[in-house]
């Protein structure tokens, strides 16, 4: 990883002194609007109680599927999760049954403020108990009902330059 990183920022530095860095950065530039997780799970309606009942987050849209929900996006401020049911991918692609069930997956939440989130997380599996990080974070780890793994963090404000 060092070894990778140094020959990254040798090959950054030499490429913007030979003016490469702007022709690269031309060619291979994209732009990149929003990326959102979609968690996979037998159920989504589980899901949506955990995000919406306990941390406030809104529905906005919603797949039924029979009497379930099938795909559901969950959004609060400008931040968006959406969680889908394994049998709806298995429909939308057979191809993918034998990757999709590989979870669990991870997530780092930052939080304003951690010891609301915990009171709100009251009951819900803990994973990773109450931690204070080499950097300052303060974190907990959580298991959501689609048993993905969530860490929620309060990073500790950077020290005053004054």
Same mark, same amino acid.
């Given at each position: 990883?060092?070894?990778? !990183?140094? +020959?990254?920022?040798?090959? #950054?530095?030499?490429?913007?002194?030979?003016?490469?860095?702007?022709?690269?950065? &031309?060619?291979?530039?994209?732009?990149?609007?929003?990326?959102?997780?979609? *968690? +996979?799970?037998?159920?989504?309606?589980?899901?949506?109680?955990?995000?919406?009942? =306990? #941390?406030?987050? %809104? &529905?906005?849209? %919603?797949?039924?599927?029979?009497?379930?929900?099938?795909?559901? @996006? #969950?959004?609060?401020?400008? @931040?968006?999760?959406?969680?889908?049911?394994?049998?709806?991918?298995?429909?939308?692609?057979?191809? =993918?049954?034998?990757?999709? =069930?590989?979870?669990?997956?991870? *997530?780092?939440? %930052?939080?304003?403020?951690?010891?609301?989130?915990?009171?709100?997380?009251? $009951?819900?599996?803990?994973?990773?108990? +109450?931690?204070?990080?080499?950097?300052?974070? &303060? %974190?907990?780890?959580?298991?959501?009902? $689609?048993?993905?793994? @969530? !860490?929620?963090?309060?990073?500790?404000?950077?020290?005053?330059?004054?």
């Amino acid at each position: 990883m060092v070894r990778t !990183t140094t +020959l990254l920022i040798f090959t #950054l530095l030499f490429s913007a002194s030979t003016g490469q860095l702007q022709e690269q950065k &031309k060619e291979n530039h994209m732009s990149v609007n929003k990326i959102t997780a979609v *968690l +996979l799970v037998d159920e989504v309606e589980p899901c949506i109680k955990f995000w919406v009942d =306990r #941390l406030g987050f %809104e &529905k906005t849209i %919603e797949v039924p599927e029979g009497n379930k929900i099938a795909f559901v @996006i #969950l959004q609060k401020g400008n @931040i968006e999760l959406m969680y889908q049911t394994f049998d709806s991918v298995k429909k939308d692609d057979p191809n =993918r049954v034998d990757v999709m =069930r590989k979870g669990p997956t991870f *997530l780092y939440v %930052e939080v304003s403020d951690i010891d609301e989130t915990i009171a709100a997380l009251k $009951g819900v599996p803990v994973v990773m108990p +109450l931690r204070t990080t080499f950097y300052s974070a &303060k %974190e907990i780890g959580v298991k959501d009902p $689609g048993n993905h793994i @969530i !860490t929620f963090a309060q990073v500790a404000a950077a020290p005053s330059t004054h």
